[in-house]
């Protein structure tokens, strides 16, 4: 079983602060993560990927991935009330019977606080 | 590009009845994988298809079954309904070359009454 874990939260943080989003995984040969946002009712929408070790930025977003370890985090800077969701990792894997799959943690809420 | 359309938005349908949702993935890409997500489980995996073959499955029971047609259209079917399947259905589409990434439609919310 591949896992995907992630903590449940909620995550509560101030207006304006870093919100620290983390996830483990348990395949070794895992190639390709992903940060999905989910709003209440809503569909994940996509909105980082990382393939290499270290960090990728975009906006007030940073993906960090370290394999070694096997984690890879999700960094949000000058948080905004609008950022509170329910956010997923998920792990691209590959298995040789049945190919590529997509497999997502159970996600953090965060809950960006005025 | 238009993104990946699912039908119906909403359904309402009694125990024991049987329903078929419908996926219509991005252009060009063959995958469609279909997922479960309800409050306390989060995103379940159903099953994948890929130039309609199912691909992978997950862990749930029968009654849940899909198809591929040759445009990559995919629906998912639910025999013999449980108030248990009342769930926001998703599907995502991936084309697994380039960068790989999955798009989720709007998700079907189906109450079982």
């Known amino acids: 079983q591949k896992e995907v874990e992630q903590n449940s939260g909620p995550l509560s943080v101030p207006e304006g602060a870093i919100a620290s989003l983390n996830c483990t995984y348990s395949?070794?040969?895992?190639?390709?993560f992903f940060w999905y946002r989910q709003y209440s009712g809503k569909s994940p929408e996509l909105i980082m990927f990382?393939?290499?070790?270290g960090d990728k930025e975009d906006g007030r977003f940073t993906a960090q991935l370290n394999k070694a370890s096997q984690y890879v985090s999700l960094l949000i800077r000058d948080s905004q009330p609008s950022d509170s969701a329910t956010y997923l990792c998920?792990?691209?894997?590959?298995?040789?019977?049945?190919?590529?799959?997509?497999?997502f943690g159970k996600g953090t809420s965060l809950l960006v606080t005025p | 590009k238009a993104g990946v359309t699912q039908t119906p938005r909403y359904l309402i349908k009694t125990r024991g009845q049987q329903v078929t949702l419908s996926c219509s993935p991005i252009?060009?890409?063959?995958?469609v994988s279909w997922y479960q997500q309800t409050p306390g489980q989060g995103l379940q995996f159903l099953f994948e298809?890929?130039?309609?073959?199912?691909?992978n499955k997950g862990n749930f029971p029968g009654r849940f079954s899909g198809r591929q047609f040759s445009n990559s259209r995919s629906e998912m079917n639910v025999s013999t309904l449980e108030l248990g399947d009342s769930a926001l259905y998703l599907c995502?589409?991936?084309?697994?070359?380039?960068?790989?990434?999955?798009?989720f439609g709007q998700g079907t919310r189906l109450t079982v009454v």
């Open positions: 990382i393939y290499s070790n």
């Open positions: 395949d070794r040969g895992s190639q390709s």
């Open positions: 298809y890929f130039s309609e073959t199912q691909r």
């Open positions: 995502a589409s991936t084309s697994w070359t380039g960068e790989n990434r999955a798009f």
């Open positions: 252009s060009g890409h063959r995958s």
């Open positions: 998920a792990v691209k894997t590959f298995d040789s019977n049945s190919g590529y799959a997509l497999n």
